[in-house]
């Protein structure tokens, strides 16, 4: 098969490679749909992850259909379309019996494309499948769900349910990337009094506008705190979502909260920040940190069937699977293209009625 193989910081190439095969009675072996890159992706492209090794295929997100079961899956069937998302559950470690599967020491977490092959992929090899995938219900199209697969859910746990938005709240959201755009999304599910998003891309702001932020600061030009304080009557925002991952971006979501406040960080951090405590001891001020669990995964794909939520709107460029390397080049360069999400799609899997009559033919 084909799959976009990761050589070492810099290096990536569309590789021919061994088709996965059943290693574990757990295992299950998925034909990829659909796919899409993440921008945790190219941090590993930079070397910023170094447990992932050379030789390792990239991609954590898909909708895929299975084509093979392990002896021990149970509650899944040859055919059955899902999705497979960025975290794994063995379901039975401690942490899973706590629905915190990111934290799962039973051999899952964040695994795919990481500490194993990914789904950057024609076919990928997915453990304890019986309790990591997510049927699909027939009527959902790829697209409607692929995003559940690590931005959604994401921003939901990390930013929305950490920062504890309740109806009314000003929440801030720094950074209006795929996962800041997304903590705008779902934050609306709880009525927020004014969605405020800062970021220093006025295209990425426009772009929030469109999920629903109501004010937008760009923090190249403007003084956010001065603004987040005008608007909030000197206190502050309730709520304070890190969506970056720089120290100077957790710093001024320190400085945005109103006392008694809320900061979320979900960014990932490559270096250290300052936490000013000589002036945030007396605040009252919580703060929290977090990996995706994909907890509430079964939640957000009910509000998508039930038309509660629609994510579509992150699917901006498309490409056919074997062009994934364009894909990446158009990721990547996001400042230029606007590039929120691209889907990698494979070529419709050959109807059951048009394989017969091939067979036929050849019968014949
Ligand atoms: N905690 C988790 O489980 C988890 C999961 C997925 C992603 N993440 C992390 O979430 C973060 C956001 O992800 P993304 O895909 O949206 O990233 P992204 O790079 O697409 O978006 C980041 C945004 O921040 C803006 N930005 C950069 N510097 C800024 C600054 N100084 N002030 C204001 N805005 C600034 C950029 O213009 C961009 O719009 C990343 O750090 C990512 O690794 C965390
Ligand atoms: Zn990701
Ligand atoms: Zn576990």
Same mark, same amino acid.
């Given at each position: 098969?084909?799959?976009?193989?990761?050589?070492?910081?810099?290096?990536?190439?569309?590789?021919?490679?061994?088709?996965?095969? #059943?290693?574990?009675?757990?295992?299950?072996?998925?034909?990829?749909?659909?796919?899409?890159?993440?921008?945790?992706?190219?941090?590993?492209?930079?070397?910023?992850?170094?447990?992932?090794?050379?030789?390792?295929?990239?991609?954590?997100?898909?909708?895929?259909?299975?084509?093979?079961?392990?002896?021990?899956?149970?509650?899944?069937?040859?055919?059955?379309?899902?999705?497979?998302?960025?975290?794994?559950?063995?379901?039975?470690?401690?942490?899973?019996?706590?629905?915190?599967?990111?934290?799962?020491?039973?051999?899952?977490?964040?695994?795919?494309?990481?500490?194993?092959?990914?789904?950057?992929?024609?076919?990928?090899?997915?453990?304890?499948?019986?309790?990591?995938?997510?049927?699909?219900?027939?009527?959902?199209?790829?697209?409607?769900?692929?995003?559940?697969?690590?931005?959604?859910?994401?921003?939901?746990?990390?930013?929305?349910?950490?920062?504890?938005?309740?109806?009314?709240?000003?929440?801030?959201?720094?950074?209006?990337?795929?996962?800041?755009?997304?903590?705008?999304?779902?934050?609306?599910?709880?009525?927020?009094?004014?969605?405020?998003? #800062?970021?220093?891309?006025?295209?990425?702001?426009?772009?929030?506008?469109?999920?629903?932020?109501?004010?937008?600061?760009?923090?190249?030009?403007?003084?956010?705190?001065?603004?987040?304080?005008?608007?909030?009557?000197?206190?502050?925002?309730?709520?304070?979502?890190?969506?970056?991952?720089?120290?100077?971006?957790?710093?001024?979501?320190?400085?945005?909260?109103?006392?008694?406040?809320?900061?979320?960080?979900?960014?990932?951090?490559?270096?250290?920040?300052?936490?000013?405590?000589?002036?945030?001891?007396?605040?009252?001020?919580?703060?929290?940190?977090?990996?995706?669990?994909?907890?509430?995964?079964?939640?957000?794909?009910?509000? #998508?069937?039930?038309?509660?939520?629609?994510?579509?709107?992150?699917?901006?460029?498309?490409?056919?699977?074997?062009?994934?390397?364009?894909?990446?080049?158009?990721?990547?360069?996001?400042?230029?293209?606007?590039?929120?999400?691209?889907?990698?799609?494979?070529?419709?899997?050959?109807?059951?009625?048009?394989?017969?009559?091939?067979?036929?033919?050849?019968?014949?």
């Amino acid at each position: 098969m084909k799959a976009l193989v990761y050589h070492g910081p810099g290096q990536r190439s569309w590789d021919e490679v061994p088709d996965p095969t #059943i290693q574990e009675p757990t295992d299950a072996i998925v034909r990829i749909d659909s796919s899409t890159i993440c921008g945790t992706d190219l941090h590993i492209l930079k070397g910023d992850v170094p447990e992932v090794k050379p030789g390792t295929i990239l991609g954590h997100e898909a909708v895929g259909t299975i084509t093979e079961i392990g002896s021990g899956v149970t509650t899944l069937e040859i055919g059955d379309r899902v999705l497979v998302s960025c975290i794994t559950s063995c379901g039975r470690c401690r942490f899973c019996k706590e629905h915190r599967y990111g934290l799962c020491t039973g051999g899952g977490g964040w695994i795919f494309g990481h500490l194993i092959d990914g789904l950057q992929a024609e076919y990928a090899r997915v453990p304890f499948a019986d309790t990591s995938v997510y049927k699909v219900p027939d009527e959902l199209s790829d697209e409607q769900v692929l995003f559940l697969a690590d931005i959604l859910p994401t921003a939901y746990e990390v930013g929305v349910l950490n920062g504890g938005v309740e109806p009314g709240d000003t929440v801030a959201v720094v950074g209006a990337g795929p996962i800041g755009l997304a903590t705008i999304m779902t934050s609306k599910l709880y009525t927020p009094g004014r969605i405020v998003a #800062i970021d220093l891309a006025d295209s990425r702001l426009e772009q929030a506008r469109e999920f629903g932020a109501d004010v937008t600061i760009n923090n190249g030009r403007e003084d956010p705190v001065a603004l987040v304080m005008e608007l909030t009557g000197g206190l502050g925002a309730d709520v304070a979502v890190e969506a970056v991952g720089l120290p100077e971006t957790f710093e001024l979501c320190t400085e945005l909260v109103r006392p008694g406040g809320r900061v979320a960080n979900v960014g990932v951090h490559g270096h250290p920040a300052t936490l000013h405590l000589e002036t945030l001891w007396i605040r009252d001020v919580t703060m929290t940190t977090g990996l995706v669990d994909t907890f509430t995964t079964p939640r957000l794909l009910k509000l #998508i069937a039930e038309s509660r939520l629609d994510a579509t709107a992150f699917a901006t460029h498309r490409f056919p699977l074997g062009e994934t390397m364009s894909a990446y080049d158009t990721f990547a360069a996001a400042a230029e293209t606007h590039a929120l999400k691209v889907v990698l799609e494979a070529e419709p899997a050959v109807p059951a009625v048009v394989a017969d009559d091939a067979l036929v033919a050849v019968g014949a």
